[in-house]
């Protein structure tokens, strides 16, 4: 079992940047791939980025790349989305999740992929 909380989210205008925390604890040594997906009011779950643990290759949304960074940090256990120049179609809640090497089967951008979530954090862009 691996337990996942995010933390960071807020209100930003336009432009401005954002960074969101998520902090895993359990079998962390069994996790494999982590990821982002976030949920505006009315749509579905998609997919914003994901990292492989052992190789640290990225994944971005085309929506947010060149704009948001993913990277794994304090023993690759935190988990970080660093957003720059936020717009206001961003605005979702925000969450964390992960899964473990034996059960990954992929695609990382597809919500059932995944086992471990968080509560989500909330990100407000206004204009």
């Known amino acids: 079992q691996v337990q996942v909380v995010e933390s960071g989210g807020g209100s930003v205008q336009a432009g401005g940047s954002l960074t969101l925390s998520c902090d895993a604890s359990g079998n962390t040594h069994q996790i494999f791939f982590m990821a982002w997906f976030r949920q505006a009011a009315g749509k579905e779950r998609e997919g914003v980025a994901a990292i492989h643990v052992d190789s640290d290759y990225r994944y971005y949304a085309d929506s947010v790349e060149g704009r948001f960074t993913i990277s794994l940090v304090n023993r690759k256990t935190t988990l970080l989305l660093q957003m720059k120049d936020v717009r206001p179609e961003d605005t979702a809640m925000y969450y964390c999740?992960?899964?473990?090497?034996?059960?990954?089967?992929?695609?990382?951008?597809?919500?059932?992929?995944?086992?471990?979530w968080g509560q989500g954090t909330q990100v407000t862009v206004s204009s």
């Open positions: 999740a992960t899964e473990s090497r034996e059960n990954y089967s992929g695609p990382w951008y597809e919500p059932g992929t995944y086992r471990y």
